[in-house]
T-cell receptor, first 112, second 116 residues
Framework: GENVEQHPSTLSVQEGDSAVIKCTYS??????FPWYKQELGKGPQLIIDIRSNVGEKKDQRIAVTLNKTAKHFSLHITETQPEDSAVYFCAATNNAGNMLTFGGGTRLMVKP | GAVVSQHPSRVICKSGTSVKIECRSLDFQATTMFWYRQFPKQSLMLMATSNEGSKATYEQGVEKDKFLINHASLTLSTLTVTSAHPEDSSFYICSARDQVAGAKRVFGPGTRLTVL
């Protein structure tokens, strides 16, 4: 089955700096890679996703890159703000979508 | 956008009692819903896949007689924790696939279960 590894487990940045979270996956059949933000006591919220037919996707301050050959994808947050502080999860799945495998999560802390 | 709700948001119960958690897709139909369990500072762990009109598929190590799942309609799945014990205390999160949106998953807000 699919195995997703996520690094780092914790990340502390100064407000305004950039944050990068990296994930690797094992199953070459995976073709959909969502990223979720989870605030304390809440469910995960989809913030951005990418499909395997593109290499990069951007939405305002967040962007995701995908390297299919190396089987890794990354989340980039620019101009971080204190409200970006949360736990971020990467995930991978195939088109059937029934098996969504999560990474271990990254706790991002943005210091004002 | 697609929204999934959960009820209750938090519940405290005595050991030995049963607790039912509801998961609803509010503006879309979901033939498949997923139930996760999350311990503090850990990732989401899939417990079972709930299929409308058929039996749920449980992940290895999850007791189906303890965690009863019913998916009676295209918008509602329920998880019942039977004879709850303190070790069942956790954050339970459901998710549904928005069929129109392909593989995209929508997550509920979670239910905090505390068993005394």
């Amino acid at each position: 089955g699919e195995n997703v590894e996520q690094h780092p487990s914790t990340l502390s940045v100064q407000e305004g700096d950039s944050a990068v979270i990296k994930c690797t996956y094992s199953d070459s059949a995976s073709n959909y890679f969502p990223w979720y933000k989870q605030e304390l006591g809440k469910g995960p919220q989809l913030i951005i996703d990418i499909r395997s037919n593109v290499g990069e996707k951007k939405d305002q301050r967040i962007a995701v890159t995908l390297n299919k050959t190396a089987k890794h994808f990354s989340l980039h947050i620019t101009e971080t703000q204190p409200e970006d502080s949360a736990v971020y999860f990467c995930a991978a799945t195939n088109n059937a979508g029934n098996m969504l495998t999560f990474g271990g999560g990254t706790r991002l802390m943005v210091k004002p | 956008g697609a929204v999934v709700s959960q009820h209750p948001s938090r519940v405290i119960c005595k050991s030995g009692t049963s607790v039912k958690i509801e998961c609803r897709s509010l503006d879309f139909q979901a033939t498949t819903m997923f139930w996760y369990r999350q311990f503090p500072k850990q990732s989401l762990m899939l417990m079972a896949t709930s299929n409308e009109g058929s039996k749920a598929t449980y992940e290895q190590g999850v007791e189906k007689d303890k965690f009863l799942i019913n998916h009676a309609s295209l918008t509602l799945s329920t998880l019942t924790v039977t004879s709850a014990h303190p070790e069942d205390s956790s954050f339970y999160i459901c998710s549904a696939r928005d069929q129109v949106a392909g593989a995209k998953r929508v997550f509920g807000p979670g239910t905090r279960l505390t068993v005394l």
